[in-house]
């Protein structure tokens, strides 16, 4: 598979890499991979452990993932590429990288949905930004000031 690989996470950070990835992929006439992985978590609550069932999470992503390309084609973003979507089950930073084995570039915001303010790499970003394969960019949020050039 050559191509453009992106993770989607949902956030908006992700979109702008799925933005960027998107121009890069018009540039270069290749296609655009938009992938988004979940993991299943085992809940505990000390009495008992829950394990939600994969298709819904499964679900779940695929909504997600299907609502971040709809927003960035309903600007225009996609104009002009072929685009394809996968949600896949395991780690973020471990099926990105299985990916990179194929990919011409694989892109990522430096942030996502998670945790900690402040961090300037997630997780999942400085996995990748480590093990890659292929040409890794990350794409950072839009300051203010970016959105004052616009
Ligand atoms: N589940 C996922 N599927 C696909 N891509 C992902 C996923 N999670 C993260 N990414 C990619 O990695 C980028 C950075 O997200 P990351 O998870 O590393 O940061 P974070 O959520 O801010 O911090 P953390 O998850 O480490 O608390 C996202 O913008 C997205 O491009
Ligand atoms: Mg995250």
Redesign the pocket.
Same mark, same amino acid.
């Given at each position: 598979m050559r191509g453009i690989v992106?993770?989607?996470?949902g956030?908006e950070?992700?979109l702008?890499?799925?933005r960027w990835a998107a121009f890069e992929a018009r540039l270069r006439d290749q296609v655009l991979h938009v992938?988004?992985?979940?993991?299943t978590p085992i809940m505990s609550t000390g009495y008992e452990v829950a394990v939600p069932d994969s298709s819904d999470l499964e679900s779940a992503?695929e909504t997600m993932l299907r609502a971040a390309v709809d927003t960035v084609r309903m600007d225009g973003d996609l104009e002009g590429v072929e685009v394809t979507t996968e949600v896949?089950e395991g780690h973020? %930073?471990e @099926?990105?990288i299985a990916l990179s084995k194929e990919a011409a570039l694989l892109? =990522? %915001?430096? @942030?996502?949905?998670?945790?900690?303010m402040g961090?300037l790499?997630?997780? =999942?970003?400085?996995?990748?930004v480590n093990h890659s394969v292929c040409p890794v960019v990350?794409?950072r949020p839009k300051t203010e000031e970016d959105s004052a050039d616009d």
């Open positions: 992106v993770g989607v996470d956030s950070n992700s702008d890499a799925l992938v988004g992985t979940f993991t992503s896949i973020a %930073g @099926r990105l892109v =990522v %915001g430096s @942030r996502g949905h998670g945790g900690f961090l790499l997630g997780s =999942v970003t400085t996995y990748v990350v794409v």
